[in-house]
């Protein structure tokens, strides 16, 4: 077991980082995109949400592909970020990062619609009455009533990017030391067959997904309307 430590700690801290940035890059975006889609109607809402629902329905390894053709060294957003930085980030952990960002958005921005559609607007145009723009209605009075549903789609988009797998391998690969997280470790372990290995990380990972379950049932539970 000792001799595994540097073997499993790494994918630990990596898959954490990752679920972490991804995260917060997450929750900005995906209420932004939320409340857009549950206060504004406009032309090609239907298509808005049609692409925005995309990664919930596709493989992992499709959307991997779709993120290697325009994130790759001659894709339109590649050629952009090589310019800008000078490299490609294929094969990093920032490509992890994209990778769980892309399959975890969706949660937080259906999780989050509901959530902000559920507030009843007759507060909302009372605000509007007192001299609130529509920013301010958001920030001060719409987001905090809608911090359960809000809160309850950030956990399951953390554990989502906890729990990634297909689409970080085609883009961020598996080079151990650099971009091995927990899920394309467990798949490593077991292709070589170290089981030892495999069932270590497979316990760790269970025991994190639970713990995100329940602290989900917990804060959510806690948080006052």
Not at 51 to 64: A, E, H, K
Not at 111 to 126: G, L, N, P, S, W
Not at 184 to 196: C, M
């Amino acid at each position: 077991m000792i001799f595994m430590m540097d073997k499993i700690w790494f994918p630990i801290s990596l898959t954490l980082w990752v679920a972490t940035i991804s995260s917060i890059l997450v929750l900005f975006s995906g209420v932004t995109i939320g409340y857009v889609l549950a206060r504004h109607d406009f032309r090609g809402k239907g298509l808005a949400e049609l692409l925005v629902s995309l990664p919930l329905v596709l493989p992992p390894t499709v959307i991997g592909y779709i993120l290697v053709i325009l994130i790759g060294r001659n894709g339109f957003l590649g050629q952009m970020i090589f310019d800008v930085l000078g490299k490609g980030i294929m094969f990093t952990w920032q490509a992890a990062v994209i990778a769980a960002y892309t399959v975890s958005l969706p949660l937080m921005v259906y999780t989050a619609k509901a959530a902000i559609e559920a507030v009843d607007r007759e507060i909302e145009y009372a605000a509007y009455i007192l001299g609130k723009s529509e920013l301010e209605t958001a920030l001060q009075i719409t987001l905090p009533l809608a911090k359960k549903g809000i809160l309850a789609g950030l956990i399951l988009s953390f554990a989502r990017a906890v729990g990634e797998f297909g689409a970080t391998l085609m883009l961020a690969g598996n080079i151990p030391g650099k971009t091995n997280t927990m899920s394309i470790s467990i798949y490593s372990a077991f292709q070589a067959g170290n089981n030892e290995l495999a069932e270590v990380l497979v316990l760790i990972l269970v025991f994190i997904s639970l713990l995100t379950i329940a602290l989900t049932g917990r804060f959510v539970g806690k948080l006052e309307v």
